[in-house]
DNA sequence: AATATAAAAGACAAACATATCCTTTTTAAA
DNA sequence: TTTAAAAAGGATATGTTTGTCTTTTATATT
């Protein structure tokens, strides 16, 4: 799985997305409610995401969040890239500081393929299209 | 990548597998050291491992680990599983407990496609496989 | 300009994972 | 039967992630 954050990430700019038709912003506090999770924590997560260009943010009355169309253009790949970086997809699976392809462990040429088919899955996908599944059938769900 | 506790665990169980043919027991201490990590917390994980079957382990003077025809013919797939549980190949990526077939997440298909393909790909190969592709040449580094 | 609203930012706290230490138990060898 | 080696087990410490609270900054409205 994921980690928490991730999670709570897709989740809010999938819900994003689902509103992109919406007049004005999305509070912290509706995405916080809709989603139940810490306001607080989901708020921290939306102000990286928004320094990174993933969503829009204003501030003053009537603030809040918008999906923009990076938004509805990214992919799980970039968001998780996003919150995490790029490390969990490039460090040495067994921990080793020193392992790449002239000194690899052994597993390693195994975790570079699969690494590439995930990076592909993650990328297949747009946070616009996983809206659209969203808004398909009542059975998908978001909290 | 994995945890640390995972790498940890695969390192010390191809450590094992490539000393197969060691006369009598392979020490904690030895193991600690030639794998240059904390050596009570590795003998916490081998002690879970020897819990599971994974490995054999003896008390007293002599004593130490050793790998078993059962230790040869895991998986990468099994130790994680000993360690960690099923639990990370099974819940919601987005952290949903509700999320099911019945009562998707958006992501929830795509998911369980992409888990069918990693456990398959953590399944493929042995610890004995991994062990010998370590011997078969000089590159390979378990540290 | 003053006020109210809402996110940003930073400080703090709790929970969990990681790591170490110390004592106990087991057992082989002298 | 005593001794010493080595793992097992429990208790504790450290670090990182996760989560909360408070203050600051920005802005729309009056």
Redesign the pocket.
Known sequence: MF???IG?ALRAVIYLAVKRNHDG???????AGSLK?????I??I??SL??NGLIL?????????KASEKTLEATVFDIIVAIDGAAPFTVCSLGLSTCNNEQPCPIHFDVVRQREEIKGNLSKRTILQLAETYETASIYTLS
Chains 1, 2 share one sequence.
């Open positions: 980690n928490k954050t709570y912003n999305i509070s912290l506090s509706e995405i999770v810490p306001i607080h924590y708020g921290k939306l102000q928004a320094k943010s204003f501030k003053g009355p009537n603030g809040g969040f």
